[in-house]
């Protein structure tokens, strides 16, 4: 069983959202590589308009609700660097974690505070402990690129999909798919009561 802990240093630590954050303080700009598909990958992540409207400042980027984005495709490469820049942080600072909370903590704080409140749970994980299955993955060709698909089946019988890139991806929609209905399920309930 994970402890409320355990479930808080995850969604902290999850890559989507470190990503993110590098995005929002445009960060990213500043990162050296000679790869044509992650510098394509990154700018696509980058100027996603529902992520990052043209109108919005770094400080409303990061005052944005993170649940809905925690499980994106934002490119793993974004987070490393994230990570990377707090240990050389680190390092540079003769081992200061002072000096790094001080640097990371007004990026981090809302973020944060939301976290502590209200974590949010893998919804991979949180469908498999409420009792669901995956029923069915498959690829469907079309279009310039294969999609995935996954088909989910909560205990009540009730299916759901999701689709993305890879089999991580699709799984991951299908099972927030799941959990976003079984949550409004109870809420409905809740107010006929």
Known sequence: MLTP???????????DRLAHILVACGLHTKILH????????????????DLFPKDQSTDQYLSK??????????????ADVFEALVGAIFL????SLETVWR??????????DRTI??????PIRSFSEHGGKVI????EKGGDSPMTVCVVQMPNGARFEG????????????????????????????QTE
């Not at 069915?136 to 690829?139: C, P, Q």
């Open 65 to 78: 609700d993170l649940d809905r984005w925690a499980n994106s495709t934002a490119p793993k490469a974004l």
């Open 117 to 122: 409140i209200h974590p949010n749970l893998n």
């Open 5 to 15: 802990i355990t479930d808080i240093r995850q969604d902290i630590s999850n890559n």
């Open 34 to 49: 000679n790869s044509t598909d992650l510098f394509d990958h990154i700018s696509s992540y980058a100027s996603n308009e």
């Open 163 to 190: 689709y993305g890139s890879n089999k991580k991806i699709a799984k991951a929609n299908a099972c927030r798919e799941a959990m976003k209905q079984k949550q409004h399920n109870e809420q409905t309930c809740q």
């Open 103 to 112: 640097v990371v903590e007004p990026l981090l704080r809302k973020y944060l």
């Open 92 to 95: 540079d600072s003769g081992n």
């Open 136 to 139: 069915e993955e498959s690829i």
